[in-house]
């Protein structure tokens, strides 16, 4: 069975992958290429961030219950 965390973490990047295509016409006509690296990187790192901690919770919450 597929697990939360990763069914969060696959939403979310593919949500910045739309959110960048359709951003890309900007990003070449006003060439602030640094600033959009910038921006998702800090958003992968937070959906991972993210991603541990829902894991974390997941595997804590499952050793309670034994």
């Not at 990003?27 to 992968?44: M, R």
């Amino acid at each position: 069975m597929i697990k939360l965390y990763n069914i969060i973490t696959l939403i979310l990047i593919a949500y910045i992958a739309v959110m960048a295509y359709w951003a890309r016409d900007l990003i070449i006509i006003d060439k602030n290429y640094l600033e959009f690296s910038i921006l998702i990187g800090i958003s992968l790192i937070a959906i991972f961030l993210l991603r541990y901690s829902i894991k974390l919770r997941d595997r804590k919450n499952n050793d309670d219950d034994e």
